[in-house]
């Protein structure tokens, strides 16, 4: 596949080690009432590659929670950082280590990074990242738009051309009715939404309660090109799992969108093994 790759900007963006929050109690959609963590933070046993459902609590984020704490300059971050992005420590007993920005999560606003000794950061540690994908293209299919992913980590997705098809290797697929929270957001580009988990027997019919951080996986039926979740027949829509499962009604693993085409192009192809932990080669 050819892309425009080397006209696409790089920039130096700067976000630090964001603080845990709650967001307490939990309500599920039975009216049960749960007290447990949330968002933010360093999540030491959970991360990426992990089951989406593992964890017992709110959104939780895999891994390392990061923002901008100046509200004026953190959407930036949120629309310029890219899922496979280089990010690298500059202040903290972990300086110099180097990692990857695996996810970002709409509504708290933050940038999640992969690191590799979670153990020597703390709150408050400033990482670089080098922002690198928006304005990613494809010349040769220019109905598809891809938007939130690393052209060098977007090169290492094994995804064949037949016919003027792209076959992109995903573990699962989201059927349309089974998306949720972060539907009808403005920005594609700087934000996830959410599959529904409400109904049990609905995600395991579809294999979800599968799927792991970093997983690619495709909603059916989804177009994404000018805002989150777009119904639109035999579209399809191809993201990655960046957070966990929520009991909020409504709520789910959240999922950032790669790729997104409403013209027949886009053909998801089952592989289990298809996740970003994998391609990155960590």
């Known amino acids: 596949m050819k892309t425009n790759k080397e006209s696409v900007v790089q920039l130096s963006i700067l976000v630090e080690i964001a603080h845990p929050v709650v967001r307490m109690p939990v309500v599920d ?9 949330g968002v933010g933070g360093i999540t030491y046993n959970f991360g990426l590659g992990d089951n989406a459902f593992k964890m017992h609590g709110d959104h939780i984020e895999p891994d390392i929670s990061a923002k901008n704490k100046d509200k004026d300059l953190n959407p930036t971050c949120m629309a310029l950082s890219c899922i496979g992005n280089e990010a690298i420590v500059i202040f903290g007993d972990g300086k110099g280590m ?15 990074i992969w690191m590799p000794e979670k153990e020597k950061l703390a709150i408050g540690d400033k990482v670089q990242i080098k922002a690198w994908g928006q304005g990613l293209e494809l010349t040769d299919y220019p109905e598809v738009k891809v938007m939130n992913i690393d052209p060098e980590l977007f090169e290492k997705i094994p995804i064949k051309e037949k016919k003027g098809k792209l076959h992109v290797p995903v573990t699962a697929i989201v059927p349309a009715h089974l998306t949720g929270s972060g539907i009808g957001a403005g920005n594609p580009a700087a934000t996830d939404y959410d599959m529904n988990t409400l109904d049990k027997n609905e995600i395991s019919k579809y294999k979800l309660d599968r799927v792991r951080i970093g997983d690619i996986v495709a909603i059916s ?5 000018y805002g989150a979740g777009g119904y639109k027949d035999g579209a399809i829509s191809v993201g990655v799992v960046v957070h966990s499962d929520c009991f909020k009604t409504g709520h789910g693993p959240g999922m950032v969108i790669i790729m997104t085409s409403k013209e027949s192009n886009l053909i998801p192809v089952i592989e289990e093994t298809s996740n970003i932990k994998t391609y990155l080669g960590i």
């Open 29 to 37: 959609g039975n009216g049960n009432s749960f007290y447990f963590p």
């Open 221 to 225: 039926n989804h177009y994404n090109g």
């Open 98 to 112: 180097k990692g990857y920005v695996i996810g970002k999560h709409g509504g708290i606003d933050h940038v999640l």
